[in-house]
Nanobody, 125 residues
């Protein structure tokens, strides 16, 4: 089955760290763009970071720049989002996606390409 599965979410206190994983099955991230998104309650889906697995180029949204790091493993079957210095406003459901285009319709993060089902991150003050 072709799918993306996120893991590594959970509850953490402000200032703490989490590492999210996004594991691909049925395909790899070879020659792909992989992105991490999040959706907080009542908010639209927000793009956080992307990585081009061909040249390693990364792009970050301003609110996470310097705190979050996107990467992938050598086999290009797992992507990561290392999240440091977490804040309560980082509380959201986090999604990964491959070769994606976000569909903005007010629902959970989804669109064209492959998308995971999301993992909850809760940051308490």
């Amino acid at each position: 089955e072709v799918q993306l599965v996120e893991s590594g979410g959970g509850s953490v206190q402000a200032g703490g760290s989490l590492r999210l994983s996004c594991t691909a099955s049925g395909f790899t991230f070879e020659d792909s763009t992989v992105g991490w998104y999040r959706q907080a309650p009542g908010n639209e889906c927000e793009l956080l970071a992307t990585i081009d697995t061909d040249d390693g180029n990364t792009v970050y949204e301003d609110s996470v720049k310097g705190r979050f790091t996107i990467s992938h493993d050598k086999t290009k079957t797992t992507a990561y989002l290392q999240m440091n210095s977490l804040k309560p406003e980082d509380t959201a459901v986090y999604y990964c996606a491959r070769n994606m285009r976000l569909r903005r319709d007010g629902g959970p993060c989804h669109g064209t390409g492959y998308w995971g089902q999301g993992t909850q991150v809760t940051v308490s003050s």
